[in-house]
């Protein structure tokens, strides 16, 4: 049980690049999430979906979009990279909705966008 | 707006010591509150998560409170140990509003 893994763990890309971010879960959970981690500011939520085929916007969608088409991943592509987009990309997953269940973390994708 | 202040920002403290991490919100409506510690580096990791009927909330040294009126919590440390060194984020209600973080240092 490999819990929730991502791919890569480290990028580096020029301005203008796409990239696409894998993650995913063996714990069979319906719901997933996109945060991206800021120096000195807490996660925020990218997008999440609630079940396989479905996506939702969170806090900061702009310049990302996602897609679920197996239950167990969650992909998260940026179409023209930005320096603004350099952060820490974390995944998460939590079986059903998160308001009394465990939110289970990846360990984190770092991004650089130069 | 939902918003969840933390304080302090950064905290040393010795091994051995106690210490108490704040996090005020202003989240609604309001589920649930949860703790998260983060290791350099590494995901964050559920300490505790408390409902709105529970005041009160223990993981081994950690013990989280909830004060649903003031809407503040508050995560109490006991007898520090190096490995506790992390950040600690508290995270708000259904759509988990997250918190900056408090950065604590255990020293020996």
């Known amino acids: 049980n490999a819990g929730v893994t991502q791919t890569p763990k480290f990028r580096v890309l020029k301005t203008g690049q796409s990239m696409t971010l894998l993650c995913a879960q063996d714990?069979?959970?319906?719901?997933m999430y996109w945060y991206r981690q800021d120096p000195g500011m807490g996660l925020r939520l990218i997008h999440y979906?609630?079940?396989?085929?479905?996506?939702a916007k969170g806090e900061v969608p702009d310049g990302y979009n996602v897609s679920r088409l197996k239950k167990q991943n969650f992909l998260l592509g940026l179409e023209s990279a930005a320096p603004s987009q350099t952060s820490v990309y974390f995944c998460?997953?939590?079986?059903?909705?998160?308001?009394?269940?465990?939110?289970?973390f990846g360990p984190g994708t770092r991004l650089t966008v130069t | 707006k939902n918003q969840v202040e933390q304080s302090p920002q950064s905290l040393i403290i010795l091994e051995g010591k106690n210490c108490t991490l704040q996090?005020?919100?202003?989240?609604?409506?309001?589920?649930?509150l949860r703790w998260y510690k983060q290791d350099t580096g590494r995901g964050p990791v559920s300490l505790t998560i408390?409902?709105?009927?529970?005041n009160t909330k223990s993981n081994g040294r950690y013990t989280a409170t909830l004060d649903a009126d003031t809407k503040q919590s508050s995560l109490h440390i006991t007898a520090s140990q190096l490995s506790d060194s992390a950040s600690y984020i508290c995270v708000v209600g259904h759509m988990l509003t997250f918190g900056g973080g408090t950065r604590l240092m255990v020293k020996p």
């Open positions: 996090c005020n919100y202003t989240v609604s409506p309001f589920s649930n």
């Open positions: 714990m069979n959970h319906e719901y």
């Open positions: 998460a997953s939590s079986y059903p909705e998160p308001t009394n269940y465990e939110q289970y």
């Open positions: 979906s609630v079940g396989e085929g479905t996506t």
């Open positions: 408390m409902t709105f009927s529970e």
